[in-house]
């Protein structure tokens, strides 16, 4: 049994990084075809119906099914719209940034490395929340911008429009974490999932309306790869996520999901034919590092005793 646990904490988060990682490819093809809120809408909406259909799955086959009081159930509805909007707002903000920021000319494997910022950017975040920031961390932060500087500074010293919204992007996943943070402590994980991306949703199908030309032949032209971002990238990776999770050490769990980022580069090596320079590849395996540091947590102090 423990042998069947090590190998699900394993290799579930190892499957989601790789379906994130790929996604940074289909997001590619469809940037090309797709004006960005357009394809946010559509991959969301999906979304939603995959999640819907994992929750009620995981409903139909509970064994264990919890038993609340009217006063609790509406509590706990409550909590999850609030946080279904504010979780919602976030992802779709961040989720918008990226893919104009691909759609601006960043290519899949160094949107997949700057996006992975916002693993360094949650715990900096988290000082205005007054929580300590540890001296790892703030070698990755260091670290981190000197990635940054080699995967996107060319020549002159300024960022590439697409770095620069996707930079954006990652600043709005890392404040996204930390509100779905705040939320999971209360309401189940999946249906705040599904909440999130039905709000995302209704806001990119919005702004869509407004500041696009969503065109449905467009839209079917590049199906494939918008379903497999709804369907696999949101749907199947995040309840990987939640699986890989329960009973496992979120700090390894957190480093084995970054991998995400080396997937990136490498499907978009092998399937887009991109390119990088030995200079970005530098930059590359230095934001590995500054993740993977700011993950790994100090020892505890001992306490000193009384003499």
């Known amino acids: 049994m423990k042998q069947n646990n090590q190998i699900r904490q394993v290799v579930f988060p190892l499957l989601a990084a790789l379906i994130w990682g790929t996604a940074f490819v289909a997001q590619d093809v469809c940037a090309d075809v797709v004006e960005p809120m357009t394809f946010n809408a559509a991959r969301s909406f999906i979304a939603v119906i995959v999640l819907l259909v994992i929750i009620w799955l995981f409903g139909l086959f509970r064994k264990d099914k919890p038993s609340f009081t009217a006063a609790e159930k509406k509590a706990s509805r409550k909590t999850l719209v609030i946080g279904g909007l504010c979780c919602g707002v976030a992802l779709a903000v961040a989720s918008n940034f990226q893919q104009a920021g691909i759609g601006a000319g960043t290519d899949a ?100 309306l407004i500041f696009e030309h969503p065109d449905w032949s467009a839209i079917f032209s590049v199906a494939l790869p918008i379903l497999y971002v709804g369907v696999f990238s949101s749907g199947v990776a995040y309840t990987l996520q939640i699986l890989a999770q329960k009973g496992s050490n979120p700090t390894v769990v957190t480093i084995l999901l970054s991998m995400e980022s080396v997937f990136a580069v490498i499907s978009g090596a092998i399937i887009l034919h991109q390119r990088m320079s030995t200079r970005e590849y530098v930059g590359c395996v230095l934001m590995l590092i500054a993740v993977i540091l700011a993950q790994i947590p100090l020892p505890p102090k001992k306490e000193k005793t009384a003499q």
């Open 109 to 208: 494997g160094k949107a997949g490395f700057i996006t992975a910022l916002y693993i360094v950017l949650v715990p900096l975040l988290g000082l205005f929340l007054r929580k300590k920031v540890s001296l790892p961390v703030w070698i990755a932060v260091i670290i981190a911008v000197a990635a940054l500087y080699l995967l996107c500074i060319k020549g002159e010293f300024a960022l590439q429009t697409g770095d620069l919204l996707i930079l954006l992007c990652a600043f709005f996943f890392a404040v996204h974490i930390l509100i779905i943070d705040h939320f999971t402590q209360t309401v189940d994980g999946m249906k705040l999932s599904c909440a999130q991306f039905l709000v995302a949703g209704i806001l990119s199908a919005i702004g869509a």
